[in-house]
């Protein structure tokens, strides 16, 4: 695919539950990065990947929230024990690198914590 | 720590006219990378335009446009010749060096036929 792909779309959870979101980056991108948007916010940090190492994990809100990612490509954030305030949209860019390149953004995922 | 804001949470603007969305932002580092992106209702963020903070000039893309004022810490974003499809939110978001973007809160424009 040419661009940076989400699973799933959309996810509808109970409070306690985990889920796991993934993130397909555009190949050959070594820099991949989670961002959380609530309803009506702006973008909120989680955690970077450079290659397989996740130098800066300084968003992620709780200890309930991790990410890993293996081969250079895929990556899954897991979220322990859900609650209501993680309801929002996940969302995934990648960029050839942490450097100067632009980050291209996935469509996200919708994720409803009943 | 950097922030953005984003100070007009709408904006309206009548197709064919020319409209303003305002950024600013905090920071003591030198170098750095500022953006603009667009998010229609289907989520997909979308980059308008880019501008590296060492480059005194104006980025511009088409139809839109950049006034970066270092000095000031601001960064608006011109859209001339507004279209039906222009409508959307859009975000400024400032990168840092070590690359994570923080983003503002957003202006969401309407564009009236």
């Known amino acids: 695919g040419a661009g940076v792909s989400q699973s799933p779309s959309n996810k509808v959870t109970e409070k306690g539950k985990d889920v796991e979101l993934r993130c397909d980056p555009i190949s050959g991108h070594t820099a991949l990065y989670w961002y959380r948007q609530r309803l009506g916010q702006g973008l909120e940090f989680l955690i970077y990947f450079q290659g397989n190492s996740a130098p800066d994990k300084s968003g992620l809100p709780s200890d309930r929230f991790s990410a890993e990612r293996t081969g250079e490509s895929v990556s899954t954030l897991t979220i322990q024990r859900t609650q209501q305030e993680d309801s929002a949209v996940y969302l995934c860019?990648?960029?050839?690198?942490?450097?100067?390149?632009?980050?291209?953004f996935g469509p996200g995922t919708r994720l409803l914590v009943l | 720590a950097q922030t953005v804001t984003q100070s007009q949470p709408e904006m309206s603007v009548q197709e064919a006219e020319t409209v303003t969305l305002s950024c600013t932002y905090d920071?003591?580092?030198?170098?750095?990378?500022l953006f603009w992106y667009k998010q229609p209702p289907s989520r997909q963020m979308i980059l308008v335009i880019r501008?590296?903070?060492?480059?005194?000039q104006n980025a511009t893309e088409n139809r839109f446009s950049v006034n970066f004022q270092k000095a000031a810490k601001s960064f608006s974003l011109k859209i001339s010749d507004s279209q039906l499809g222009d409508a959307a939110m859009y975000f400024c978001a400032y990168r840092n060096q070590g690359g994570k973007l923080i983003f503002g809160q957003g202006t969401e424009l309407s564009v009236k036929p």
């Open positions: 860019a990648s960029s050839l690198s942490t450097g100067v390149e632009t980050q291209y």
């Open positions: 501008q590296e903070a060492y480059k005194q």
């Open positions: 920071t003591s580092e030198s170098d750095y990378y």
